[in-house]
């Protein structure tokens, strides 16, 4: 492989190859106009359940299953792949064309919120729930929160591109990110041996936040990287992954918007929680 050798002022010639090279581009706004639906809820989020995604479609489902109906939302598909997150509605909500996004409809102002960490806290904020109040509870939330949002780009938009979607495989590159990787997974791991969940006793939005990205990864659904970085070493991070998967409301948060995988843990949209239960009969009759 020659060597680069960067100019003096770069400039967008050409697509750089690898899966999401059609969408890449170095300037924002929206691309086309587009429309996005609306449904008969207050809360409307457009999205993928990617792993950002994930986390907010999880939170939802968490704060209904606490008995929180206000928390009803519906849901729609933001189809990364084709440019969908470039339409001029959707650029409107989120001006860094990036899922997730959420219209607040429930009250006189309507609410945009984007950025996962920021609609966490949001929802976290206005139902009460999965933030404790305390001072140094609360810090230690945040600071684990803020830790998966500063952290994430390495893993997803550093290992994960290089391992999983370049168009080529640059040893380097692969090296460089797979060990930052695995320095974090250590760190969860660390704070896993002293503490139930990452904030202490109780389960908040950090690891809401977190699991997503770590916990999927350590299950070896995420790059199939698993054998790679050998996740099975993490055992306190196994631990709380298997934990966390095991709830209910996470279980529904993953298939919310999921377009990629198995038929039957599919939800392209979802409007209510009867979407679920139509899911789960397919699934029994399939």
Avoid at 22 to 41: F, M
Avoid at 80 to 87: D, E, L, M, S, V
Avoid at 213 to 237: C, H, I, P, R
Wanted: negative net charge; glycine residues 8%.
């Amino acid at each position: 492989m020659s060597e680069y050798t960067p100019p003096k002022v770069w400039k967008w010639e050409s697509e750089n190859g690898g899966e999401f090279a059609s969408t890449n581009r170095p300037v924002a706004g929206p691309t086309h106009d587009a429309k996005l639906p609306r449904g008969e809820h207050p809360l409307q989020l457009y999205s993928l359940a990617t792993p950002n995604g994930v986390k907010v479609t999880v939170m939802l489902e968490e704060l209904l299953a606490r008995g929180h109906s206000g928390a009803e939302y519906d849901a729609y598909v933001i189809d990364i792949r084709t440019g969908a997150q470039f339409g001029s509605d959707f650029v409107d909500i989120n001006p860094n064309s990036k899922i997730p996004a959420l219209m607040d409809y429930s009250s006189p102002t309507p609410t945009r919120i984007f950025e996962s960490g920021a609609i966490l806290m949001y929802l976290a904020e206005k139902f009460g729930e999965f933030l404790p109040s305390d001072g140094a509870a609360r810090a230690e939330t945040l600071s684990w929160l803020f830790w998966q949002m500063g952290s994430a780009p390495y893993l997803g938009g550093g290992f994960g591109h290089f391992y999983a979607y370049a168009p080529m495989k640059i040893e380097y590159c692969i090296d460089r990110f797979a060990m930052e990787t695995k320095r974090q997974l250590d760190v969860l791991d660390r704070r896993l041996a002293e503490s139930a969940y990452l904030a202490g006793d109780d389960y908040t939005i950090a690891d809401i936040a977190v699991w997503p990205w770590y916990g999927v990864l350590t299950q070896g659904k995420l790059y199939n990287a698993g054998e790679f970085l050998d996740v099975e070493s993490y055992k306190n991070v196994r631990r709380w992954t298997e934990e966390i998967a095991g709830r209910e409301a996470v279980k529904r948060g993953r298939m919310v918007n999921r377009i990629h995988g198995e038929p039957s843990e599919q939800l392209h949209e979802r409007h209510d929680a009867a979407d679920f239960d139509t899911k789960t009969q397919d699934k029994v009759q399939g």
